[in-house]
C-alpha cells in the first residue's frame, strides 16, 4: 500500500532524512518511534507531500512520485495520491465555526467523494463509530481535546482513504483524555483492518496492536520487527536506552 525508497529530506543543509526504505502492506499496522529530531514525523509528512521529498521516491497504492521540485503534471498527481492518504495532526486543526458534522463532510465534499446525500450519512456513521454521534450539531470549542481528536479521525476517514497517517495523535491531550484516542484507532486496526502508519510514544498501543515497529534515529530506520522482538529483545544499544526512557 505505501512504498519509500531511498528518501531523503533536507531543510537547507540541514539533512533531517537520511535514506529510508519502509514497505507497508495492505492491513499492516506500522508504529515508528524515536526521539524528538531522528526525522519520524518528516517521512510521515513526505508520505502526503506536505513535504516533498528531496531525494527518493513515495508510492501509495500504486501511484508513485519521485523527490525534488514540483511540476505542474506532479502537483496533479499529488492531488491524486492525496485522495488515498487520511491524515490526523497532533493537533486537531478544526475549523472552529463550523459544527461537528460539517467539519467532517468539508473536506469529502471538497473533494467530491460521493453525493452530499452519501457524504452526511457516511459522515454520521462515522461519528457514531468514534462514539460523537450525539455531538453531531456542537461546535469544537464545546469539545473536550479527546473529542476534538476523534472529530479529527472521522474527518480523515470520510475521505475514504487507504491508509491513515497519525503524527503523535496524542501528543497534544490530557493522559486522561489518550484513551479514548487510542480507543478508536484500535478499532481502526482490529475491526476495520486499516492500513496505518502511527508515530507514537505510546508503546502498550504498540505492543497490542502494531504488526511492525520501526525505530528511527538520527535520520534513519536503526531497527525494524514485530513489537515482542523490538519492545522484548531490541538489538540496538539506542533503542534499548530509549525504551528503558518511555516504558
Same mark, same amino acid.
Given at each position: 500500500?505505501?512504498?519509500?525508497?531511498?528518501?531523503?529530506? =533536507?531543510?537547507?543543509?540541514?539533512?533531517?532524512?537520511?535514506?529510508?526504505?519502509?514497505?507497508?502492506?495492505?492491513?499492516?499496522?506500522?508504529?515508528?518511534?524515536?526521539?524528538?529530531?531522528?526525522?519520524? =514525523?518528516?517521512?510521515?509528512?513526505?508520505?502526503?507531500?506536505?513535504?516533498?521529498?528531496?531525494?527518493?521516491?513515495?508510492?501509495?497504492?500504486?501511484?508513485?512520485?519521485?523527490?525534488?521540485?514540483?511540476?505542474?503534471?506532479?502537483?496533479?498527481?499529488?492531488?491524486?495520491?492525496?485522495?488515498?492518504?487520511?491524515?490526523?495532526?497532533?493537533?486537531?486543526?478544526?475549523?472552529?465555526?463550523?459544527?461537528?458534522?460539517?467539519?467532517?463532510?468539508?473536506?469529502?465534499?471538497?473533494?467530491?467523494?460521493?453525493?452530499?446525500?452519501?457524504?452526511?450519512?457516511?459522515?454520521?456513521?462515522?461519528?457514531?463509530?468514534?462514539?460523537?454521534?450525539?455531538?453531531?450539531?456542537?461546535?469544537?470549542?464545546?469539545?473536550?481535546?479527546?473529542?476534538?481528536?476523534?472529530?479529527?479521525?472521522?474527518?480523515?476517514?470520510?475521505?475514504?482513504?487507504?491508509?491513515?497517517?497519525?503524527?503523535?495523535?496524542?501528543?497534544?491531550?490530557?493522559?486522561?483524555?489518550?484513551?479514548?484516542?487510542?480507543?478508536?484507532?484500535?478499532?481502526?486496526?482490529?475491526?476495520?483492518?486499516?492500513?496505518?502508519?502511527?508515530?507514537?510514544?505510546?508503546?502498550?498501543?504498540?505492543?497490542?496492536?502494531?504488526?511492525?515497529?520501526?525505530?528511527?534515529?538520527?535520520?534513519?530506520?536503526?531497527?525494524?520487527?514485530?513489537?515482542?522482538?523490538?519492545?522484548?529483545?531490541?538489538?540496538?544499544?539506542?533503542?534499548?536506552?530509549?525504551?528503558?526512557?518511555?516504558?
Amino acid at each position: 500500500m505505501v512504498r519509500i525508497d531511498g528518501l531523503h529530506k =533536507s531543510f537547507g543543509h540541514l539533512e533531517v532524512v537520511k535514506g529510508v526504505d519502509l514497505d507497508v502492506h495492505k492491513g499492516e499496522v506500522v508504529v515508528i518511534f524515536g526521539r524528538s529530531g531522528s526525522g519520524k =514525523s518528516t517521512v510521515l509528512r513526505c508520505v502526503n507531500f506536505i513535504e516533498d521529498p528531496t531525494l527518493g521516491s513515495i508510492e501509495v497504492a500504486g501511484i508513485r512520485l519521485e523527490g525534488g521540485h514540483r511540476t505542474r503534471h506532479k502537483r496533479d498527481q499529488i492531488r491524486k495520491l492525496r485522495l488515498h492518504v487520511g491524515m490526523v495532526f497532533q493537533q486537531f486543526n478544526l475549523f472552529p465555526n463550523m459544527t461537528v458534522l460539517d467539519n467532517v463532510t468539508c473536506a469529502a465534499r471538497c473533494a467530491k467523494r460521493g453525493s452530499d446525500a452519501e457524504i452526511a450519512q457516511r459522515a454520521k456513521d462515522l461519528l457514531d463509530r468514534v462514539g460523537l454521534a450525539d455531538k453531531a450539531g456542537e461546535h469544537p470549542i464545546r469539545l473536550s481535546g479527546g473529542q476534538q481528536q476523534r472529530v479529527a479521525i472521522a474527518r480523515a476517514l470520510c475521505m475514504q482513504p487507504d491508509v491513515m497517517l497519525f503524527d503523535e495523535p496524542t501528543s497534544a491531550l490530557d493522559p486522561e483524555l489518550t484513551g479514548e484516542v487510542l480507543g478508536v484507532m484500535r478499532t481502526l486496526a482490529t475491526e476495520m483492518h486499516m492500513t496505518m502508519m502511527v508515530v507514537t510514544h505510546e508503546m502498550g498501543f504498540a505492543r497490542e496492536v502494531a504488526d511492525r515497529m520501526a525505530f528511527f534515529h538520527e535520520g534513519r530506520i536503526l531497527e525494524q520487527g514485530p513489537p515482542s522482538e523490538i519492545i522484548g529483545s531490541p538489538e540496538h544499544a539506542e533503542t534499548r536506552a530509549f525504551l528503558d526512557a518511555v516504558l
